[in-house]
């Protein structure tokens, strides 16, 4: 340890000399900042319209009655659907499926009125592909809502001719009703569901990459040992100095990301953004400890890149932030709990989103807190890495 | 003539073999490439397929406030509990305490059934349930809603049958289902999200791998300043720019035969995916993929000037690259901007051309257009990489030449 009045002496050379090193390298300005923000401006405008509206949709209309005729109308109704075309035969309809020309289709059978009217209940049946899912799953909901409400209004009709009252009629048809309120997210806006957590998964797969690539480039330009000497050989010192200015940053990076996502965009922020900023500065630090860690274990730059490269991209799938954590085999449940954007997701989920009092969260804070104080036991490995200063290609 | 003709397709020929065989060397000295050409391209499949294996979500809890405590109220609670998509955790004595479940994240849903549930259904009024959803997973939400709705609707139909006293089953199921409605989701039945995902995932893992393992072994090259070997040594035959291009572009497509029938063939019959489309038809189209991507990285690869800085221009991208494929969100639903620039991204046409013929069955006649596409950008990579090499070429010349000229003059 450097003495106490030497530390930060020390501490700001060594600062001074990393903050050369990236504004002196081009490599850290793009993936400091232009890679970030390449990303933020991708997710963010692909999914501004929060769901895909206008899904071409084909009919096979096979009646060619008035009836058919207004149930086609009824789904040109429908925000999601967008009725393009109109085939002869399923054959057809199934081969434009293929082609990607439709994502689903519709077909109304052969002497459809005149069985509705002699009430042999004529068979509608719809065709979604979930080879793509979010268009497959809109279809397959705006189908089922449109058919059901053709068959209650084909109900309404009869019982209007039964001479039924008109307010007695809805309970008929519809006896329980759901109230559905999606806390946070009442558009199911993709945008909200995913950018949330997907963007600063990508900031950290840079994060992890850029951390281990500074520290590894150390040895491989052989400046090892002279990083080391600049920091009067304190090991602890010299990675807070040269990991200080990129933990500053990125957290600007992150919190610019936050300032698109709750200010620009608007998405829910229940609790203030105090808890999600807390949370961003400890998932960048989180993630440079898991970036040392790595570097610790393998000072073989290669190798430590592939590391926090599988880390980060694994990250999205294995964090549960698209397919539920909960719903995979057991053996991952452990894997998803150390990972850092697991436990960013599950604060935004509380903080952000539900508005859950912080003591819920208090457990994910500091499990990232822990991250980024996970090195500390490996940094001799490091050290004597440093000093050999070996490269290995 | 014909004979000076036929003597330079030779020494063409030569000259391509001599760069391929070279690149081999180069190739399988490389510790890096080959993490990337076959590691990467063999392990990432089999965790993605076992991450997503259980495919779809079930048994998804929820936590219920039953005000009414009657007879239809628990019997609608049974029959979500009986539902495969959902479960009850708990029935809690208020909302408090629901909450307090929520808020621990061991349920992820409340359903409330007011007080007066039975007694509006006695009066032949519409009786409510409220359902609040958490949203941090929409796949936890679909469940909630597709079972709540499917419940909801059955009930009210027995509801409503109860009213028509004397009637026969089939004069009901006539009365309250007058035009019965039948789902059918094709090609992938389950809504599997795996099915769904690794395809397209293969495809850019396929790419990335290329581009990876391409941009390491160059970034390698002019660390090293090794770029003299391109065009010194090798004057018996002809310093072409397209034997050079050609031959490495060769090297790296026959390492990836191998790897193709594994990711495209092997895993998907190995996790039991979707795999409707003829084989032999689905190595036709990525003949065009794979040139377009080995194109692509030798493009990409002039601006790597290190052999790790590529992980830091690549790896990120990889996200974007499946996002622009359009197999979430839908490509022409896309900003027109991304849609161009996605156009000029091998992976974007991959995706749609395999997910298409592997997937839902498509032949290769359907897929006309990405295949098409997939040549153009064969050549337009061919013409960029003969460009980027032709320059870089040019460039070390160039300062051979200033070395050349700084040494005599220090020498005198």
């Known amino acids: 340890m450097g003495t106490f009045t030497t530390g930060p002496k020390i501490l700001w050379q060594v600062i001074v000399r990393e903050l050369h090193q990236l504004v002196s390298r081009p490599i850290y300005l793009f993936s400091i900042v232009i890679a970030p923000l390449i990303s933020y401006a991708f997710f963010l405008s692909l999914m501004a319209n929060g769901l895909p509206e206008e899904l071409p949709t084909a009919v096979v209309d096979l009646d060619h009655s008035a009836t058919s005729r207004n149930l086609t109308r009824q789904f040109t109704t429908v925000s999601s659907l967008a009725i393009t075309t109109e085939y002869a035969s399923f054959y057809e ?34 065709y979604t592909t979930d080879a793509f899912l979010i268009p497959g799953a809109l279809e397959f909901r705006s189908f089922k809502t449109t058919t059901t409400l053709a068959a209650a209004a084909a109900v309404q009709q009869t019982l209007l001719a039964r001479g039924e ?38 900031l950290g797969v840079i994060i992890l990459l850029t951390t281990i690539f500074s520290i590894g480039s150390e040895i491989k330009r052989a400046t090892s040992r002279e990083w080391l000497k600049t920091a009067d050989d304190n090991i602890l010192l010299a990675i807070l100095g040269k990991l200080l200015p990129q933990t500053l940053l990125f957290f600007l990076m992150g919190a610019l990301c936050q300032l698109l996502l709750y200010g620009y965009f608007g998405f829910p922020l229940q609790n203030g953004i105090g808890p999600m900023l807390a949370a961003m500065l400890l998932f960048v630090m989180a993630l440079q400890g898991v970036s040392i860690f790595f570097i610790c274990m393998a000072p073989s730059l290669r190798i430590a890149l592939s590391m926090g490269g599988l880390f980060g991209v694994v990250s999205f799938s294995l964090a549960g932030i698209s397919f539920p954590a909960e719903a995979m085999y057991p053996t991952f449940h ?28 208090r457990i994910h804070y500091m499990a990232l807190f822990i991250y980024a104080l996970l090195p500390l036991p490996f940094l001799p490995l490091l050290k004597r890495a440093l000093h050999r200063q070996v490269y290995v290609a | 003539m014909g004979n000076r003709f036929f003597t330079s397709i030779k020494t063409g020929l030569a000259d391509i073999g001599y760069i391929w065989r070279k690149e081999y060397v180069a190739v399988f000295r490389d510790m890096g490439a080959l993490l990337f050409f076959f590691a990467l391209p063999f392990a990432y499949p ?32 049974r029959r979500i509990d009986a539902s495969p998509n959902t479960k009850v955790l708990s029935y809690c004595a208020n909302l408090d305490e629901a909450k ?20 509006k259904l006695a009066r032949g009024e519409q009786s409510p349930v409220v359902f609040y959803s958490d949203m941090s997973l929409l796949l936890n939400y679909k469940n909630f809603l597709i079972t709540l709705t499917d419940v909801s609707l059955d009930m009210g139909r027995e509801l409503q049958s109860r009213t028509l006293t004397g009637a026969t089953p089939a004069q009901i199921d006539m009365v309250t289902n007058p035009i019965p409605a039948f789902s059918f989701t094709l090609y992938n039945p389950t809504g599997g999200f795996a099915s769904f995902v690794i395809p397209a995932l293969l495809i850019v893992i396929m790419q990335q791998s290329l581009i990876l393992g391409i941009g390491i072994l160059a970034g390698g090259f002019y660390e090293h300043r090794k770029l003299r070997h391109y065009y010194q040594h090798r004057e018996k035959i002809r310093n072409n720019i397209l034997h050079l291009v050609l031959g490495k572009a060769i090297c790296y497509y026959s390492l990836y035969i191998v790897t193709t029938m594994y990711m495209l063939h092997i895993i998907p019959w190995l996790f039991d995916y979707p795999q409707l489309g003829s084989q032999w038809e689905i190595y036709a189209f990525m003949a065009p993929f794979l040139l377009s991507s080995i194109f692509f990285g030798m493009t990409l690869s002039v601006f790597v000037r290190e052999r790790e800085s590529v992980f830091l221009i ?77 320059y870089q070429i040019w460039k070390d010349k160039q300062r051979k030449r200033t070395e050349a000229v700084s040494d005599t003059t220090e020498s005198k």
């Not at chain 1, 007695?168 to 048809?173: E, K, S």
């Not at chain 2, 307090?100 to 007694?119: H, N, S, T, V």
């Open chain 2, 314 to 390: 690549i790896v990120f991208t990889s996200m974007i690259f499946l996002f622009i494929s359009g197999i979430t969100w839908p490509y022409d639903r896309m900003p027109v901007v991304w849609q161009v620039l996605g156009s000029l991204i091998p992976s974007t046409w991959g995706v749609e051309g395999f997910v298409r013929m592997n997937t839902e069955g498509a032949s290769i006649v359907d897929v006309k257009g990405p295949f098409l596409h997939l040549w153009g950008l064969t050549i337009f990579y061919f013409i960029t990489t003969c460009i980027a090499y032709s």
């Open chain 1, 93 to 126: 309809a199934r081969k434009a499926m293929q082609k990607g020309e439709i994502f689903g289709f519709i077909i109304i059978p052969p002497s459809f009125e005149a069985d509705i009217m002699a009430n042999r209940q004529p068979e509608v049946s719809y």
């Open chain 2, 46 to 77: 089999l965790l993605y397929a076992f991450i997503y294996n259980p495919e779809a979500v079930y048994d998804v809890p929820l936590a219920v406030v039953d005000n009414s405590r009657t007879q239809l109220s628990r019997e609608m609670c």
């Open chain 1, 165 to 202: 009252y008109e307010r007695d009629i809805l309970p008929q048809i519809q006896p329980i009703t759901v109230d559905m309120h999606p806390l946070g997210n009442p558009w199911i806006s993709y945008s909200i569901y995913l950018n949330n957590t997907f963007l600063p998964g990508v």
């Open chain 2, 100 to 119: 307090e479940l929520m808020y621990q994240r061991d349920c992820f849903g409340i359903l409330e059934i007011p007080a007066d549930f039975d007694k």
């Open chain 1, 334 to 361: 452990l894997l998803t709990d150390i990972l850092p954007l697991r436990h960013y997701f599950i604060i935004y989920a509380d903080q952000a989103l539900n508005g859950v009092p912080l003591y819920y969260s």
